[in-house]
């Protein structure tokens, strides 16, 4: 039952990280505490709270070093901090990998990559939030 209210509160955040993200190219900090918080809380009650912890250190670590080098919006590192917590550190590589593979291909296919250029805004937090309920499926599910 745990593992379902997991994968239902990927989803309701990844719905409001899109809509907010879309809207206003931010990812306010309130909603993402709460999701750290409530995840942990999850993992904690299932007796992976250290395993949630390490993932979401892990995830910051790293996040920080893309935030510095390519200049990565910070409410999407804040985001993928959240799935790191949620999903461990492979989940968030994964959805990561994922994600970027999918703006990508979506700038080039859209022609977006030509008009925006390196300074052009991408909502990149809809497409963290697209793979974390595929990738969140599998591996709260059939436990991977």
Do not use: C, E, N
Request: hydrophobic fraction near 60%.
């Amino acid at each position: 039952m745990i593992l379902i209210v997991q994968w239902l509160g990927l989803l309701a955040l990844g719905a409001w990280v899109t809509w907010w993200d879309r809207r206003t190219r931010t990812i306010p900090h309130y909603g993402l505490i709460a999701a750290v918080l409530s995840f942990a809380l999850l993992h904690t009650f299932q007796g992976h709270g250290l395993a949630a912890l390490v993932g979401g250190l892990d995830i910051a670590g790293i996040g920080f070093i893309l935030w510095w080098l390519m200049d990565m919006g910070g409410g999407d590192i804040k985001y993928w901090i959240v799935l790191g917590v949620a999903l461990g550190v492979t989940g968030a590589f994964v959805v990561m990998a994922g994600a970027a593979a999918g703006a990508l291909v979506w700038g080039i296919v859209s022609g977006d990559w030509k008009r925006q250029g390196r300074h052009g805004t991408l909502a990149f937090g809809p497409w963290l939030a697209g793979m974390s309920v595929v990738v969140g499926a599998p591996i709260h599910w059939f436990h991977f």
